[in-house]
């Protein structure tokens, strides 16, 4: 069913809004949005993944950390996925990119973390994140040395229309944001499909709840548009950038983006590797250091800057 639009703005309408998102204009003859009934979320309580509550499934811990779970009641209803991306990336080809990842860890990892590195877990999970495409006024004010003259700095502003293609918001808890930027920019949207059933046992809830969920995606937008307004910006140099989106057109969709997650031990310890669902060349995650190691250089460092300096006390004598 296609979702209906803003009269206005051509904004799209989601489901239970009574104005439209980004001109208030009031939607026609609006109805009493009908009750979603709430949803109920198993949360880890150690990498903070959510996945929908099934009570046959019968599992008391995460299936992405192996921690124990909570559940969740939100009052909001939750965002669900529409779109779901494949994963090309088999279970074993990411299990051996891990492990070839350990193995090139460099010289401050434990001499025996490939072959003592224990694998518990290797799970796919399709995080949840916003795919937005929209189009806004943005109006921008930064200090330029432009027109400068005997000051460092000159005031300057403007006004430039921008369209937004693709911008990818996370809204997961299993991986956090910085995570999800590094997986980004590598997904292949055209490959995106409606979620079927069989894709349910993967996909993880959204964190936000419609209440939050649009000013995520306005913080995007404007991070991005921070981003872009500098090229507009006269001068070699510039300072105190900040912008103000006027969004015109808006666009979102709720899409499913495939990672692998590794939980693994090493000594007692647990660690965890993401690898992309998509290109298993992306790989990264949190690994020990071998503080001996560090310790060693440390002082290495220290005898050389006391070697230096007396070389130079000696010189000036």
């Not at 069913?1 to 206005?8: G, L, P, Q, S, V």
């Not at 779901?84 to 990119?97: G, H, K, N, Q």
């Not at 809830?205 to 000013?215: E, G, K, L, V, W």
Request: hydrophobic share 45%; glycine share 4%.
């Amino acid at each position: 069913m296609t979702a209906a639009a803003c009269e206005r703005c051509s904004t799209a309408i989601e489901d239970g809004d009574l104005r439209c998102a980004i001109c208030a204009l009031p939607v026609p003859h609006a109805e009493k949005p009908v009750e979603k009934p709430r949803a109920k979320v198993l949360r880890c309580t150690w990498c903070h993944a959510a996945i929908a509550f099934e009570p046959a499934a019968g599992a008391p811990r995460c299936a992405f950390c192996g921690s124990r779970m909570t559940i969740e009641e939100p009052v909001d209803p939750v965002e669900e996925a529409e779109l779901y991306l494949p994963f090309t990336v088999e279970r074993t080809l990411a299990e051996a990119t891990v492990r070839t990842w350990l193995g090139r860890r460099g010289w401050f990892a434990p001499k025996t973390l490939f072959a003592e590195a224990t694998l518990e877990s290797l799970v796919p999970l399709a995080w949840a994140g916003w795919i937005v495409d929209a189009e806004a006024l943005v109006t921008w004010t930064a200090d330029s040395d432009d027109g400068a003259r005997r000051s460092a700095w000159a005031p300057h502003s403007g006004q430039v229309p921008m369209r937004f293609a693709a911008i990818c918001v996370p809204a997961s808890r299993g991986l956090d944001d910085d995570e999800c930027r590094l997986l980004c920019p590598y997904y292949d949207l055209a490959t995106a499909a409606p979620v079927a059933d069989e894709h349910l046992h993967v996909i993880e809830r959204f964190d936000a709840q419609r209440s939050a969920a649009r000013a995520f995606i306005q913080r995007a937008i404007e991070a991005t548009a921070r981003t872009r307004v500098e090229d507009h910006i006269p001068g070699h140099r510039f300072r105190n950038v900040h912008v103000a989106c006027l969004v015109e057109r808006q666009a979102t969709r709720r899409v499913a983006l495939p990672a692998w997650v590794m939980a693994y031990r090493y000594r007692g310890t647990p660690y965890r590797a993401i690898v992309h669902g998509q290109r298993p060349e992306i790989v990264f995650g949190s690994s020990p250091v071998d503080w001996r190691k560090v310790a060693v250089l440390s002082l290495a460092l220290s005898i050389v800057a006391a070697l230096i300096v007396l070389l130079v006390l000696w010189l000036q004598k």
